[in-house]
């Protein structure tokens, strides 16, 4: 040992390790979701970028669709809020919460739900008030689930189950620090640290003011984008399937859910000259093949279509899709039927089977009758 060494002795105390780092640090700083990610956890934190970036812009863009889609914010009609929520009393766990709590005002819980979304997203995005809004996207998906999601079978076609998932391990890890918006004002008014103006609740109360300004007017915005460009969505479609040719009996299909746009075009051709008989939904003759008529089916007071098909037979369904209520279209380039809500696909040459889900189970058939003689078509007994 040198001279030097000697005046120096050795200490036995360990040095301070990363665990003692951490016990070292305040309190509050402990609790602060930006504080920095340490090196050795990092990886974990980038490691879950792609999975926030992923579910953020997927909910800001799922809250814009529902505002942009002329359908969606509608009491009543094909693909209206209003409608899913109907569907939603007849099968899901929380149907009783549904009737009393949503389906009074369809619009308004459309409305919020698609806010809602867009904040969440929002705050995955720009890590404001992060895991507030990942524990916020984690429940949202799992109401999803126990309502739009329900009667998909097996679980695991459903998407909303994986949402709720990915959203909680989102909350569980905080974003570390890492791709975080820095707003000047909110570091004077909440400083990130441990001096005595340092406030974890102003700071929480102020994110989530900036995150509620920017998703009304991010929802303004896609308002606005939706009056403009009224008849496509975010994903460009067309409104409603085209069905030309068919005629509508007077009286069928005027009442109940409103017809889509497609239908209700279809329903101002003009009728056939002879006067209907009683229940009689078509002729063959005004029922053109690869076309399709709704009606209100009068026993259950469905919405429900009749198709001819374009080998001439004649089939009807409950138009009521099996996922969660929404009322099908026919689609007559493809000759299949088309829920607007979900995506379901529903073959109506072999007994509305589901092409497609996440409907769990084909349309219900509706007997009918043909008459050979004078071309007739009406609701079988
Ligand atoms: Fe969801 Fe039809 S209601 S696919």
């Known amino acids: 040992m040198s001279r030097r060494d000697r005046r120096r002795p050795v200490s036995l105390r ?5 665990d003692a780092q951490m016990r070292s640090v305040s309190p509050a700083r402990m609790r602060a979701a930006s504080a920095p990610a340490a090196p050795s956890s990092r990886n974990l934190f980038v490691a879950l970028l792609p999975l926030r970036f992923f579910v953020g812009a997927t909910f800001v863009y799922a809250g814009l669709d529902k505002l942009i889609d002329p359908r969606f914010l509608q009491a009543t009609g094909p693909g209206s809020i209003g409608e ?5 009393t007849h099968a899901s766990p929380l149907a009783g919460l549904v009737t009393v709590f949503a389906l009074p005002f369809p619009v308004l819980i459309g409305f919020l739900m698609a806010l809602a979304e867009i904040a969440i997203g929002l705050g995955a995005l720009t890590g404001l008030l992060y895991r507030a809004s990942a524990a916020a996207g984690a429940a949202i998906s799992l109401l999803f689930f126990l309502t739009a999601s329900w009667t998909v079978h097996p679980y695991y ?3 909303d189950l994986p949402y709720a998932a990915g959203w909680l391990t989102l909350a569980l890890a905080g974003h570390g ?11 004077m008014l909440a400083p990130d640290d441990d001096s005595a103006e ?3 609740g102003r700071r929480a109360v ?4 900036i995150l509620a300004a920017a998703a009304v007017v991010v929802a303004g915005a896609g308002g606005m984008w939706g009056a403009l460009f009224r008849g496509s969505d975010l994903r460009g479609s067309d409104t409603g399937a085209a069905v030309p040719g068919a005629s509508l009996t007077p009286g069928v299909g ?5 017809p889509s746009p497609a239908i209700a075009a279809a329903s101002t051709a003009p009728a056939s000259a002879a006067p209907p008989a009683a229940g009689q939904l078509a002729t063959l003759t005004s029922l053109k093949p690869r076309t399709a008529l709704p009606f209100v089916d009068p026993t259950s007071g469905d919405p429900a279509i009749l198709i001819r098909l374009a080998n001439g037979s004649v089939v009807a369904f409950d138009a009521v899709c099996t996922h969660a209520g929404c009322t099908v279209e026919y689609d007559p380039p493809s000759g299949l039927l088309g829920c607007p809500c979900h995506g379901a696909v529903f073959d109506p040459t ?12 084909p349309l219900a058939a509706l007997p009918i009758v043909v008459n050979k003689a004078t071309g007739a078509i009406t609701l079988g007994g």
């Open 177 to 187: 620090g890492l791709a975080v918006l820095r707003v000047p004002f909110l570091a």
């Open 254 to 258: 005027t009442t109940g859910a409103s």
């Open 14 to 18: 360990p040095m301070p390790g990363p």
């Open 157 to 159: 076609y459903g998407p």
């Open 84 to 88: 899913q929520l109907t569907g939603f």
């Open 350 to 361: 072999h007994n509305a089977d589901v092409l497609q889900g996440p409907a769990p189970v």
């Open 198 to 200: 340092a406030s974890p």
């Open 206 to 209: 102020l994110q989530g003011g």
